[in-house]
């Protein structure tokens, strides 16, 4: 059984932004209900150990409103986290790695092309390698998830590369440049009943490869960053598109909702919502569009069992 717990659903910045005045924030900061962490995933096969998918800057926050991911009872020092996948080197997807700086070991799977993010900036260096185990993983290469003693999880993850961008802090320098391993979509199984998803929390486009993949999955996780490619344009809030981001939008032909409508997807739930995107708001034609499509925004701390 695969227990998957949504620990934040907000794109980078998180709802409200702390800088952001535009309407959706103003109404997070009015009805806290609304407000959601950045994005991140926790996966589990036995309940007891835990594999978080990104490392959000709101970790901490999350953990402790997570009584799962809380020591064992009787330890004093402890963490059911056994590991950490990183889909990119984005802010958003490995800042949370500070705060599990304490010295319980866990093993960090990346990309060769993160590993080398977090190797070129030292201050991770607080994630001693002697007890912070970093792995290469490979596209298209399945592989298990490790638990502390080295044994099996029963947790399978195929990586492979999705249409996407290098990270923004990278843009014009010798390390940036868009390449293969950037942006990792990941496919989940539990090994013993073969249950599966999709994590797809940052795409540029859904190609036709991608269609055939995750055509027919019992759930899929999809980048919900905007609801149309000239949003922060528009509302004044910046200057880049979705596309330019490396996010695709909900709406328009060639959006997600669009775009996974016809391929048999049992159950579709968007994270990675920025800020700026009204379908964040319940009462909105965006949210009620959205969910007459079959798909969902999570709440923080949403569980969905496999
Ligand atoms: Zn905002």
Redesign the pocket.
């Known amino acids: 059984m695969l227990r998957i717990v949504v620990l934040g659903a907000a794109a980078g ?1 998180g ?3 702390w800088n ?7 109404s ?1 900061r009015q009805h806290p209900r609304l407000q959601s962490t950045q994005a991140s995933i926790a996966i589990s096969a036995d309940d007891e150990h835990w594999f978080l998918i990104n490392a959000s800057p709101d970790l901490r926050q999350q953990l402790t409103a997570t009584p799962r991911l809380h020591p064992k009872a009787g330890h004093l020092r402890h963490s059911p986290i056994a590991g950490v996948i990183l889909t990119n080197g984005e802010v958003d997807a490995v800042a949370g790695l500070l705060s599990m700086r304490e010295g319980s070991p866990f093993t960090i799977y990346a990309h060769a092309r993160v590993l080398a993010i977090l190797r070129s900036n030292s201050i991770f260096n607080v994630l001693n390698e002697n007890s912070v185990k970093r792995k290469a993983i490979d596209m298209d290469k399945t592989f298990e998830l490790k638990l502390p003693d080295g044994s099996g999880s029963d947790i399978e993850v195929r990586p492979f590369a999705v249409a996407g961008k290098g990270a923004w802090y990278l843009e014009g320098t010798t390390e940036g440049g868009d390449a293969d391993g950037d942006t990792l979509g990941l496919r989940i199984a539990d090994k013993i009943t073969g249950q599966y998803f999709y994590f797809v929390a940052a795409c540029a486009q859904v190609t036709p490869d991608l269609k055939k993949r995750i055509a027919g999955a019992p759930l899929v996780f999809f980048d919900g960053t905007v609801w149309r490619d000239d949003e922060l344009i528009a ?1 004044g ?1 910046g200057t880049k598109t979705g596309q330019r981001m490396g996010h695709i939008s909900m709406s328009a032909d060639n959006g997600a909702i669009a775009a996974l409508a016809e391929l048999g997807i049992a159950r579709k739930i968007f994270l990675h919502i ?3 995107n009204h379908a964040l708001l319940p009462e909105s034609a965006e949210r009620k569009t959205l969910e007459q499509a079959g798909w969902q925004i999570p709440a923080d701390g949403t569980e969905v069992i496999l």
């Open positions: 910045g709802l409200p932004q952001c005045g535009c309407q959706v924030c103003r997070a509302a809030l920025n800020n700026s």
